[in-house]
Nanobody
Framework: QVQLVESGGGLVQAGGSLRVSCAVS?????????????MGWFRQAPGKEREFVAA????????YYADSVKGRFTISRDNAKNTVYLQMNSLKPEDTAVYYC????????????????WGQGTQVTVSS
């Protein structure tokens, strides 16, 4: 079982930056790192469905982004620290949401059902 813990959320003004982190741990991860193929970030705003934000392949480092965040957000990973990051720049009020980290054994970054492990989420609020 993989455990995911997000951190780094908070309140920021529009145009500002924020970085959220996801610490990954668990027997299946440390013992068999290939069991995780993708790490992803999703978000859910009040009254809206959870949506894909970004993903990164754990071994090769390929990245994937939602159109709404391309050019503003950057996903990265530190394999030595077992941590995934989401650097968010030029934030907009519509980026306000709870951001969730998730792990997938599949290869489709936007398919939420492929992501079997989820963190508890971290709140990001962007004021106008």
């Amino acid at each position: 079982q993989v455990q995911l813990v997000e951190s780094g959320g908070g309140l920021v003004q529009a145009g500002g930056s924020l970085r959220v982190s996801c610490a990954v741990s668990g027997r299946s991860f440390t013992g068999r790192s290939f069991s995780i193929y993708l790490m992803g970030w999703f978000r859910q705003a009040p009254g809206k469905e959870r949506e894909f934000v970004a993903a990164i392949s754990w071994r090769g480092g390929s990245t994937y982004y939602a159109d709404s965040v391309k050019g503003r957000f950057t996903i990265s990973r530190d394999n030595a620290k077992n941590t995934v990051y989401l650097q968010m720049n030029s934030l907009k009020p519509e980026d306000t949401a709870v951001y969730y980290c998730a792990a997938s054994r599949g290869s489709h970054p936007e398919v939420q059902s492929d992501f079997g492990s989820w963190g508890q989420g971290t709140q990001v609020t962007v004021s106008s």
